[in-house]
């Protein structure tokens, strides 16, 4: 019912910048609540940021509060993510993920009913 496709991913150097997109097609309604996790090679995927339909309530996970910032264009069915000074423990698959509930939480993979097939950012040291 509803895709989601990201992109923005590539290699940078430790201290860059990249910008993530997301996409969303299908029952937008089911979009209120978007987020991006992250996951590395044999690692658990792991809650990164997440934001409301209105973009007025956000979260961020303590390791990238400061550096990441999460926003949406509605008009767009978009979902960004602006990743600044980023590091290499920062290496990872980003999926991009869509929820209908603030009541069903936000910082569990749990939480959210669709995903992307994820975009790889690594950064090099």
């Known amino acids: 019912q509803v895709q989601l496709v990201e992109s923005g991913g590539g290699l940078v150097q430790a201290g860059g910048s990249l910008r993530l997109s997301c996409a969303a097609s299908?029952?937008?309604?089911?979009?209120?609540?978007m987020g991006w996790f992250r996951q590395a090679p044999g690692n658990e995927r792991e809650f990164v940021t997440t934001?409301?339909?209105?973009?007025?309530?956000?979260y961020y996970a303590d390791s990238v509060k400061g550096r990441f910032t999460i926003s949406r264009d509605n008009a767009r069915n978009t979902v960004y993510l602006q990743m600044n000074s980023l590091k290499p423990e920062d290496t990872a698959v980003y999926f991009c993920?869509?929820?209908?509930?603030?009541?069903?939480?936000?910082?569990?993979?749990?939480?959210?009913?669709?995903w992307g097939q994820g975009t790889q950012v690594t950064v090099s040291s």
């Open positions: 993920a869509a929820g209908t509930y603030w009541r069903d939480g936000y910082s569990r993979t749990t939480s959210y009913d669709y």
């Open positions: 299908g029952r937008t309604s089911s979009t209120y609540k």
């Open positions: 934001i409301s339909w209105s973009g007025g309530s956000t």
